[in-house]
C-alpha cells in the first residue's frame, strides 16, 4: 500500500485512515448512544404519561362522581329540577368544582331541563351520544365540541345519566373550560421544553400545556392507530415528529388513554433530548481539528526537517555519483539528518581533497617517470651521436658520463617501482618483516656513516649520536636501512648548504627511541598530522627543493608499524623538523650463530640502496669510492 510513497504520502493515508475509522467508530457509536438516550426518555416518559393519564381520569372520576350525586337527587326527588332556585343550585356545584364552566341537565330526549349558565346553543350532546345513552350507556365523555354558553370556545362535555323509574330519565352534562384543564396540567409539568397534550379519538387537541399549540396539529393516525392493549400492558406509540409551531424536532410518546379513548401525547425537542450527546461531539469535533493542525504541523515540519533535507542530501549525492565533489548540502543542525548531512558535506571534503591529492599524485608520478625516461632517452642519442669520435679517451670519457645519468635515472625508476610495490604489499596485506636479532647501534651508525659522503657533496653536515654503544633487538635491517634512508634524503631535500642533520639512539624502559632532527625549513604546524599520510607532501606551500611522490613518509609509517613501533614529528618553521622512532626492545629465536652482526647494508648492496633512495637528489657515488 505504502509502496513507492513519499513520506508527506504516507503519513497523510495513516492519518486519513485513522481520522475516517475514527470517525466512522463514533458515528457508529452515537448512533446507539442517540438510540439509548431515546429509548431512555420514551421509559422514562411512558412512565409520566400513565401518571398524568390517571391524573385526567381521576379528574374526571371526580365529575363522574359528582354528576351521580346529583343524580341520586334527582332520582329522589325529579320535580327538583323544575324549582326555580335549581338553577342557582347547579352554578353552586359548578363553582365547588375547579374547571366546569356549566353545568346542564337534559331530559330523554336531550333538549336542556335546567343550567347553571344561560346557554346560548340547545344542542347540548350530537345524535351520536344520545345513540349511546339510549341503549344504556351511562357514563360519555364527548371529544372536541362547541360549548353551549360561548360557541367560539371549546369545551369538552362528561356526561352522566339519572335514570328514573320507568324509561324516563335525566342526562347530567357538565362543560369543561379547557383553557382551566391546561393550567391544570401546566402546574403539574415542570419542565418547559415538554410539550404535553391530549387528544381525543379523532386527534383533536382536548387540552395542552402550551397555548400556542393548534388544535389540529397533532393528528398522526398511523401512530395512534398502533396503541392498543395486549393483555394488562399497555403498548405506547413512538417516534420523532416534524416541526410544528416553532421549527422545532420533537422525540415523542403517545400513551393511549383506552377508558375514554384519548390519547396522551408527551414531546420533547430533539436538541434537549440529545443534549447529552452534544458534548461527545463537541469534543469529538475539537479532537478532528486538534488532529488536523496537528497533520498540518507534522506535514510542515516533516518536509523542512525531513524530506528537504533528504532530498538534497539524494540530489548531493547524485551530484557527487556523477563526478562534482565540490557539491555540499550544507545543512545545519542537532538532528539525525542534519549530522548525516555535515557528515556527509564532510566525506564530500574528503573526497575532493583526495581526488585533488590522487590527480596532484599521478601528475607527480607522471612526471617522476617521464623525467627519467627523457634523460635516458637523451644519453642514448647522444651515445649514438659519439660514434663518430674517433679518439678513445674522449669517447670513453663522454660514455662514462651518459651511463652516470643513465644509471641514476634506473635508480629513480627503481626507487619509484619499488615504493609502488611496497606501497601495494603493505594494503593487501603482504608487506612481511624478517626479524632478526641485531645490533641496532652498529645498523644505525654504519648507515649514517655511509651517507657521509652523500652529505658532504651537498654541503651539509651529517652527525651521529647514541647514548647506549650497543643494544641487541629484534628488527629487520632491510626496513631500518629503507626507514633511516628515506628520513636522511628528506632532511637532505630541505635542508639548505651548511645545515645539519643528527641521527641520534637512545634507550629507554623497553624502547628504542631514534631520531632524524635537520636545520630544514621545517614543517607548518597544520600539515604535522598529514606527514604520514599517502600523496601528502608537507611543502605544498613552499617552493620545493627537489621532487618526489609523497610516499616516503607514508612507508616509513607502515615499516615501523611492522616493527609494532610508532612514528611523529615535531617541528617549527624555518627551525627544522624532527622525526622520533620508538621501537620495542625484544628479541625473537634466531639460528644465528653470530647474532649482533649485520651483513645487509656493507659494500656495493648498501651502496645501491643509498643511491636508490638518493637518486631524486643528485647522482650516484661509485662503489669503488665508499
Not at 643528485?618 to 662503489?623: T, V
Request: charged residues 25%; hydrophobic residues 40%.
Amino acid at each position: 500500500m505504502f509502496k513507492n510513497k513519499s513520506l508527506c504520502q504516507s503519513l497523510l493515508i495513516c492519518i486519513s485512515i485513522f481520522m475516517f475509522s475514527y470517525i466512522f467508530l463514533r458515528v457508529v457509536f452515537m448512533v446507539r448512544y442517540g438510540k439509548k438516550i431515546t429509548d431512555n426518555f420514551l421509559r422514562a416518559y411512558h412512565v409520566y404519561a400513565q401518571s398524568m393519564s390517571k391524573n385526567i381520569l381521576y379528574y374526571i372520576d371526580n365529575i363522574w362522581n359528582m354528576e351521580e350525586v346529583l343524580g341520586a337527587q334527582l332520582k329522589h326527588d325529579p320535580e327538583k329540577v323544575l324549582k326555580p332556585d335549581f338553577p342557582a343550585y347547579l352554578k353552586m356545584i359548578s363553582n365547588k368544582t375547579k374547571g366546569i364552566d356549566n353545568i346542564a341537565v337534559l331530559n330523554g330526549r336531550g333538549e336542556p331541563v335546567a343550567s347553571s349558565e344561560p346557554y346560548k346553543d340547545n344542542s347540548f350532546l350530537n345524535d351520536e351520544y344520545l345513540r349511546q345513552i339510549t341503549i344504556g350507556k351511562e357514563k360519555i365523555i364527548t371529544g372536541l365540541e362547541k360549548s353551549s354558553i360561548n360557541p367560539d370556545q371549546n369545551t369538552v362535555k362528561i356526561v352522566n345519566t339519572a335514570r328514573l323509574d320507568g324509561p324516563n330519565l335525566y342526562i347530567i352534562v357538565s362543560e369543561i373550560n379547557l383553557d382551566v384543564f391546561s393550567q391544570h396540567i401546566s402546574g403539574v409539568i415542570d419542565e418547559r421544553d415538554l410539550l404535553f397534550t391530549f387528544t381525543d379519538e379523532k386527534g383533536a387537541v382536548v387540552c395542552t400545556n402550551n397555548s400556542i399549540l393548534d388544535e389540529h396539529l397533532i393528528m398522526y393516525d398511523k401512530y395512534y392507530a398502533s396503541s392498543t392493549e395486549e393483555g394488562e400492558k399497555t403498548v405506547a406509540a413512538s417516534g420523532v415528529i416534524h416541526p410544528l409551531y416553532d421549527g422545532q424536532k420533537r422525540i415523542f410518546l403517545s400513551f393511549p388513554v383506552s377508558e375514554l379513548g384519548w390519547s396522551c401525547w408527551i414531546a420533547l425537542p430533539y436538541s434537549s433530548a440529545m443534549s447529552n450527546l452534544y458534548t461527545p461531539i463537541i469534543y469529538d469535533v475539537l479532537f478532528l481539528i486538534i488532529l488536523l493542525i496537528y497533520y498540518i504541523y507534522a506535514d510542515i515540519s516533516l518536509k523542512r526537517r525531513i524530506i528537504q533535507p533528504v532530498t538534497q542530501l539524494r540530489q548531493a549525492a547524485a551530484e557527487m555519483m556523477a563526478g562534482d565533489y565540490s557539491v555540499r548540502t550544507n545543512i545545519k543542525g542537532n538532528d539525525e539528518i542534519s549530522l548525516a548531512a555535515e557528515a556527509f558535506d564532510k566525506m564530500a571534503e574528503s573526497v575532493e581533497q583526495w581526488q585533488d591529492v590522487k590527480n596532484r599524485f599521478f601528475i607527480n608520478m607522471s612526471h617522476e617517470i617521464k623525467t627519467p625516461l627523457n634523460v635516458i632517452f637523451a644519453s642514448v642519442q647522444l651515445i649514438e651521436n659519439y660514434k663518430s669520435i674517433t679518439e678513445f679517451e674522449t669517447y670513453k670519457n663522454k660514455i662514462s658520463s651518459q651511463m652516470k645519468i643513465i644509471k641514476q635515472n634506473c635508480y629513480r625508476l627503481m626507487r619509484l617501482t619499488r615504493n609502488l610495490l611496497d606501497i601495494s604489499r603493505h594494503d593487501n596485506g603482504f608487506l612481511k618483516i624478517n626479524l632478526g636479532n641485531y645490533d641496532i647501534v652498529k645498523i644505525v651508525g654504519g648507515i649514517t656513516n655511509s651517507v657521509k659522503k652523500y652529505t658532504e657533496a651537498k654541503g651539509i653536515n651529517l652527525v651521529f649520536k647514541s647514548d647506549i654503544d650497543s643494544l641487541i633487538m629484534a628488527c629487520d635491517p632491510d626496513m631500518i636501512e629503507r626507514i633511516l634512508l628515506n628520513l636522511i634524503s628528506n632532511s637532505l631535500k630541505f635542508t639548505d648548504k651548511g645545515g645539519t642533520i643528527t641521527v641520534n639512539i637512545s634507550a629507554g624502559e623497553g624502547n628504542l627511541l631514534l631520531t632524524v632532527k635537520d636545520t630544514g625549513i621545517g614543517i607548518p604546524r597544520d600539515k604535522l598530522d598529514c606527514v604520514f599520510k599517502r600523496f601528502k607532501q608537507a611543502d605544498d606551500p613552499f617552493k620545493r627543493n627537489s621532487e618526489g611522490t609523497g610516499i616516503g613518509l607514508s612507508l616509513v609509517k607502515a615499516f615501523v608499524n611492522a616493527h609494532k613501533g610508532d612514528v611523529w614529528v615535531e617541528s617549527e618553521m624555518m627551525k627544522g623538523a624532527e622525526f622520533f622512532i620508538s621501537l620495542p626492545v625484544r628479541l625473537v629465536e634466531s639460528n644465528d650463530d653470530d647474532k649482533g652482526e649485520q651483513t645487509s647494508n656493507t659494500g656495493s648492496n648498501l651502496v645501491t640502496k643509498i643511491n636508490i633512495e638518493f637518486s631524486d637528489i643528485y647522482s650516484g657515488i661509485n662503489e669503488e669510492n665508499i
